[in-house]
DNA sequence: AAGCCGCCCAACCGCCGCTCG
DNA sequence: TCGAGCGGCGGTTGGGCGGCT
């Protein structure tokens, strides 16, 4: 396979975008659309590569993109989502319509794995002045080290966060949400613990995703083709509605096998852990 | 006031998977 | 069928900034 090296080429030029630069590219998005990176800085004149000015646009200019704080209701999702996807930053961004996969990875990164730390060590040490040396502050440390320290891919946090609990039964080894049941299930235990928050959440984050930019920093229209558009509320609706149907007609499955809602597998100790926040 | 330190986040890097010729 | 090109993703980096000494 061909891997092109990025931002090989000479003259290309790198760091932090200048107003000028961002005008250009939005404007060029404007009028095109977004795509075609690897024509963009050829039909704009950026000295940017292809890569770059889909990470911008992505990551910066996109329109409804939120920066700032997060929100308790994002943390706790983002947590939510992270313990049961792992290091999906991507798959997770995709249920905060507003925030980007860099956003959240940076979130995560540098605010949440500090707070989850914390948390951890308050568990570890209330099992250990509760029970002394006991299983539980064992699994304790076991799961910090896997929720907080884990840096590698997503599946091994997944996967290795489930070793406190009885793992789930999946032959083929666990994997990422690209079944419909892990999301339906996460949405189902979403839905379950935090009733209107969850739905809350979800809606704050909406922003009509055809309504066009009409100031961009340097006070771009932008409008975008019918096939660009971030996911939106009636969109995770859907997908949950299509999830709800193929449970019901097919019977949960988890791991390539049926399962009654209340043998699902247990929760994780973050998850669990929200309930209680929750309660 | 100046230097140091730690934090934050935009941007970079490198790999993977998909598409298309 | 193969391989080049491209888009996407997750991990990492480093510059800027604010707080502290």
């Known amino acids: 396979m061909g891997r092109s090296l990025f931002c090989a080429e000479a003259g290309v030029r790198k760091g932090p975008w200048t ?6 590219l939005v ?3 404007q009028r095109h659309g977004p795509g075609k990176w690897g024509s963009v800085p050829a039909n704009t004149g950026l000295m940017r590569c292809s890569k770059s000015c889909r990470l911008r646009w992505t990551n910066y200019l996109r329109p409804g993109i939120k920066h700032g704080n997060f929100t308790p209701q994002e943390e706790e999702l983002i947590i939510h989502l992270q313990s049961l996807l792992g290091n999906k930053w991507a798959a997770i961004a995709s249920y905060l319509p507003q925030r980007t996969d860099n956003d959240v990875k940076n979130h995560w990164n540098t605010h949440m794995k500090k707070k989850m730390m914390m948390m951890m060590m308050k568990r570890h040490q209330a099992a250990i002045s509760s029970h002394g040396a006991s299983s539980s502050a064992g699994n304790a440390c076991h799961e910090l080290a896997s929720t907080c320290c884990d840096t590698g891919n997503g599946n091994s946090n997944a996967s290795t966060a489930h070793s ?4 789930i039964s999946n032959p083929s080894g666990f994997k990422y949400a690209s079944s419909t049941e892990n999301i339906s299930r996460l949405l189902q235990g979403w839905r379950r613990r935090r009733p209107s928050q969850g739905q809350d959440v979800r809606r704050q984050s909406i922003t ?44 949960a499955t988890f791991g390539g096998q049926k399962m009654l ?13 929200l309930a209680d926040e929750a309660a």
């Open 164 to 167: 406190a609990t009885p793992p």
């Open 208 to 251: 009509n995703p055809s309504t066009p930019v009409r100031s961009l920093g340097n006070q771009v229209e932008v409008e975008f083709p019918e096939s660009y558009r971030p996911a939106s509320i009636e969109e995770l609706e859907s997908l949950q509605s299509r999830i709800d149907w193929e449970e019901s007609s097919s019977g």
């Open 261 to 273: 809602d209340d043998q699902l597998p247990p929760l994780t100790m973050l998850e669990s852990w």
């Open 27 to 29: 404007s060029y998005i």
């Open 19 to 24: 107003p000028e630069e961002d005008f250009i």
